[in-house]
């Protein structure tokens, strides 16, 4: 039966960017003059006197700041400490300058500061090349997304594994813009990013000290008890893309001020500095991950979503959408006459199936070897139709069952 027009539910209406918690001064009712000061010490602003256990003056980092000064109260006992923070906070509002913004996003949402620098060659007075933002941008995000993968598990190469978790931990992950391709911070939220913050700040130096061991002994060893620490092959590669083409880089965490450091954690840690140096060490050390991964024995349950064989009989390849037993979107899978048959059935009436094999780590762990056991998997009817409707919305224009025609379809992984 269909809904009335005034009977529908309201359209949920995103937020527009600007409403964001962000993109508005804080609330001066909320700020820590404790915390403010610190914020401004880390970005570069200078304080240049004012009065001592009361309030302080502070100009903003880099020439051209003099004309600029906030005034801090140091506690909230100073009588008008609300009014000064909400004139420092305006202040910071009104001003362009990068380090005026991170204070503000730092304010907002109480956030682990992540940064890169990278000393690219200059240009004609000092411009960088056009690719220096995207190289930057591209090496940290890589970096962010390989310690997102190790808070999920420890491995030396997770290639598709944990991807879409990994990926999800990003999305409150706040970024400046880059500095010329050669300076970028990112936020990461406390309460959903301080896990990956840790794990990065952790494997950062753990990778550097690997590095500098084999470096003195020629002996890879340090890397496989890096692991442990989160350094893994798609670290190596990103530290890697962060170094190539420039002549040395540095990464460093710090902690999000009144929050507390976390434990196992410095206060606070100079920046873990790599060079061109490092690169052959590191591509080696990302071959050595890839190579000596083992391949998991699993259970996978999912729904199969292509087959392909190349004549009406014989052994054929089923994609499956993964749905329990391994920490991949889908699955490839090499199946003998009966287990196909009994996959293509099972696809038939809607229902997932269960098989046991190898999750092989050739192909980033899309590949399921060893394939034997395929039973169908009983499910309720709502869930049934559940899937049934998630097969026709995703996979509508691909060629699900053809073995009564006996076409060939190109599997794209």
Same mark, same amino acid.
Request: aromatic share 6%.
């Given at each position: 039966?269909r809904i009335?027009?005034?009977?529908e ?6 937020p527009?960017?600007?409403d964001?918690?962000?993109h508005r001064p804080?609330?001066?009712a ?10 401004l ?6 304080r240049?006197?004012?009065a ?9 980092p880099g020439p051209?700041g003099?004309g600029?000064?906030?005034l ?8 008008d400490?609300?009014d000064?923070?909400g ?14 913004r ?12 992540i940064?890169?620098w ?10 960088a ?5 995207e190289q ?16 999920r ?8 594994r944990?991807r879409?978790?990994a ?11 880059a ?5 970028l ?10 896990p ?5 700040h ?6 550097r000290?690997a ?18 620490? +989160?350094?893994?092959?798609? /670290?190596t &590669? @990103?530290? %890697?893309?962060l170094? !190539? ?5 540095? =990464?460093? $965490? ?7 450091v ?7 840690a ?6 061109? +140096?490092?690169?052959?060490? /590191?591509? &080696? @050390?990302a %071959?050595r991950?890839l !190579?000596e991964?083992?391949?998991?024995? =699993?259970? $996978? ?19 499956l ?5 391994a920490e ?15 996959a293509?059935?099972a696809?038939l ?9 190898r ?12 394939a ?5 998997v ?10 049934m ?5 995703t ?5 699900f ?9 190109e599997?794209?992984?």
């Open positions: 039966m009335r027009p005034q009977e539910l309201p359209r949920q209406v995103r527009h960017p600007d964001l918690s962000w804080p609330d001066p909320q700020v820590d003059p404790a915390v403010l000061g610190a914020l010490r880390r970005h570069g602003w200078q240049r006197g004012g001592p256990g009361r309030y302080g003056r502070w100009t903003p051209g003099g600029t000064s906030l801090v109260p140091e506690s909230r006992a100073f009588p400490s609300d000064l923070l004139e420092a906070l305006d202040a910071l509002a009104r001003s362009e300058t990068p380090a005026a991170e204070v503000l996003i730092s304010l907002a949402v109480p956030s682990d500061e940064r890169w990278r000393e690219s060659p200059s240009g004609p007075a000092g411009a090349p056009w690719t220096a933002d930057l941008r591209g090496a940290a995000r890589q970096m962010l997304l390989a310690a997102a993968l190790a808070t598990a420890r491995a030396g190469y997770y290639g598709a944990h879409r978790a990926a999800a931990l990003l999305e409150d992950v706040l970024v400046s813009p500095a010329e391709g050669r300076h911070t990112a936020f990461a939220p406390v309460p959903t990013g301080r990956l913050a840790v794990r990065l952790q494997a950062l130096y753990a990778a000290e590095i500098d061991y084999q470096r003195a002994t020629g002996g890879m060893d340090a890397f496989d008890g890096a692991v442990e620490a +989160g350094v893994s092959r798609e /670290l &590669e @990103a530290l %890697a893309a170094v !190539r083409g420039t002549e040395g880089a540095r =990464v460093a $965490v710090a902690w999000a001020p009144g929050e507390g976390p434990e196992g954690c410095a206060p606070s100079e920046p873990v500095e790599f060079s061109p +140096g490092d690169l052959p060490v /590191l591509r &080696e @050390a %071959a991950y !190579r991964e083992p391949s998991v024995p =699993v259970r $996978v349950t999912g729904a199969v979503v292509r087959m392909r064989r190349s004549g009406p009989g014989g052994e054929g390849t089923v994609r959408r993964v749905l329990a037993g991949v979107p889908h699955v490839r899978v090499t199946l003998d006459e009966e287990d196909y048959r009994i293509g059935h696809h009436v809607g229902l997932p199936v269960r098989v046991h094999g999750l092989e780590r050739r192909g980033g762990f899309r590949r399921l070897t060893g034997c056991g395929v039973v169908p009983q499910v309720d009817e709502a869930e049934r139709d559940r899937l409707k998630a097969f026709q919305e996979d509508k224009e691909a060629a069952f053809e073995e009564a025609c006996g076409e060939a379809y599997e794209q992984d």
